[in-house]
């Protein structure tokens, strides 16, 4: 079906018309057949048959659903180039590739490309503001080339500077990078905050101490890969606590492996949580927290990390964030012979997550939901050629489980539209893969093809398959099968 609505034109007023809108207010009200208009950079008015000034431009939201844009607290934007390359990485494989081999390799360019291409692609999917955790700025020219590419790509962002070729309290340390802050710090606008990306390894010493100084002194959050398998831990936590460390606004990064003394440490000090579920099932930082977080009332918002496994996608972070919590909920129960009636989690829950919890947690209570004042930050999801559209009759349920990333129909930021029918609005998309095919080839090249290979596909241990005693057809060996013969014979004996 074609879309007969021309793209609306910049600088006129904007009314989505008769959608089922999800303001994801304090009490998250859904209200069915609503309008939401948008003047400026502004939600102007949300509620039935809206009237419009002259001019404003329409948009058939009719079967449709109408949310804030979502939010992702944590996403190495710079490592997008590298789409797919590490599907079947371990986090130790990821930490090799990046930290100890070949993170070096990236060059200005190289981060610009990533970023401009992750950028495009969260705001295609419906998400209007992302936290760039830009741990790859090895120099003040990476830093220059991320933000550009980040100011060329009309969404909202936040550069979380970090450097892991170097320790935190060296690169805070260096008069470049504190002038590059200073001068970011005093040019963030509402369309590019800044924030401070480091972790701390839980050195009794503290040297992280000096960076958090910095942090605190230029006024910027600290965001913070916490409780993460193998590397930071509740000794991070700690010190961060005792030395006066942990603010509101600091942002914990899985926060998986943590025992409830950080998790009560962190719900004191009012800090929230960005989970990452698709990252921490297959790559290992622990068990996805927010069947534990949840109990201690700990602020969640949710992210998705790195396009080097997963994507920019939203939907599937609510998608598998609610699949794992329930999961937990129900093996914690049956470990003890009991049976979960009622789910803690709700759908209402992780759509909350991904809109409002993620501008908690970047004390943006303009951002994160659709109510009169607020930044005009909107999803229209609309497709009426998709049998998957139709009956919308629990629309957080809809959100979570059905819709999809293609099913993002307009998106607006700060009052603008972005995408319409479909489409990103006003982007060469020929011009960004041009940029990123020799990104690619950069680093293929740099690495070798042997090397290159080596990276994206693991080397599996020799895998030792479990004996099955009910496989009589085939034998290994005759100690093996006569071993199978007395299982099954067994079995049959317990049978009769
Ligand atoms: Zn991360």
Redesign the pocket.
């Given at each position: 079906m074609s879309n007969p609505e021309p793209t609306p034109e910049a600088g006129r007023p904007v009314v989505l018309r008769n959608g089922t809108v999800l303001t994801m207010d304090d009490t998250c009200t859904v209200l069915e057949g609503a309008d939401v208009l948008v003047v400026g950079d502004r939600i102007a008015a949300v509620g039935p048959a809206l009237e419009v000034p002259e001019g404003t431009q329409e948009i058939d939201a009719r079967g449709g659903i109408v949310m804030p844009g979502m939010i992702d607290t944590?996403?190495?934007m710079w490592q997008t180039a590298m789409r797919g390359y590490g599907a079947d990485w371990t986090l130790t494989q990821y930490f090799v590739w990046y930290y100890l081999e070949h993170g070096r390799t990236f060059r200005p360019q190289d981060v610009a490309a990533g970023n401009r291409l992750a950028a495009l692609e969260a705001l295609e999917a419906g998400v209007t503001t992302t936290v760039d955790?830009s741990?790859g700025l090895q120099s003040v020219d990476h830093a220059e080339a991320a933000v550009e590419a980040l100011r060329s790509v009309p969404g909202r962002f936040v550069l979380a500077y970090g450097n892991i070729q170097a320790a935190p309290w060296e690169w805070t340390a260096d008069p470049a990078v504190r002038a590059f802050l200073e001068r970011h710090r005093d040019a963030a606008d509402d369309m590019l905050g800044l924030q401070l990306a480091f972790d701390v390894t839980g050195d009794p010493a503290f040297p992280e101490q000096a960076a958090f100084e910095v942090a605190r002194e230029l006024g910027l959050p600290v965001t913070t890969?916490a409780g993460?398998w193998g590397a930071t831990n509740d000794d991070g936590i700690r010190l961060m606590h005792e030395h006066g460390f942990m603010t509101p606004e600091t942002v914990y990064?899985?926060a998986a492996t943590l025992t409830p003394d950080s998790y009560h440490r962190i719900a004191a000090t009012g800090g929230s949580i960005s989970v990452?579920t698709e990252?921490e099932q297959s790559a290992g930082q622990g068990y996805p927290p927010t069947w534990q977080v949840r109990r201690h009332g700990i602020p969640v918002s949710l992210?998705m990390?790195?396009s080097v496994w997963w994507s920019a996608d939203l939907f599937s972070a609510m998608r598998t964030t609610l699949g794992a919590d329930r999961s937990r909920e129900h093996f914690e129960a049956h470990l003890t012979g009991e049976t979960v009636t009622h789910v803690a989690l709700r759908a209402r829950d992780v759509v909350q997550w991904a809109t409002r919890g993620g501008a908690t947690a970047l004390g943006r209570d303009d951002l994160g939901s659709l109510q009169p004042g607020r930044k005009a930050d909107v999803v229209l999801l609309r497709n009426d050629d998709s049998p998957v559209s139709f009956p919308v009759l629990n629309p957080f349920g809809h959100v979570a489980f059905q819709a999809q990333r293609g099913d993002v129909h307009t998106v607006l930021v700060d009052g603008r539209v972005v995408k319409h029918a479909h489409k990103l609005v006003g982007v060469d998309l020929a011009a960004v893969r041009r940029e990123v095919e020799s990104s690619v080839e950069h680093l293929r090249s740099s690495l070798g093809e042997e090397t290159w290979a080596q990276g994206m596909n693991p080397d599996l241990p020799d895998a030792q398959m479990l004996d099955n005693p009910y496989q009589y057809t085939e034998y290994k060996s005759d100690s093996t099968r006569a071993a199978r013969e007395e299982v099954f014979e067994e079995h049959l004996a317990t049978e009769r």
């Open positions: 944590h996403r190495h955790w741990h890969h993460v990064v899985h990452s990252s992210s990390d790195t």
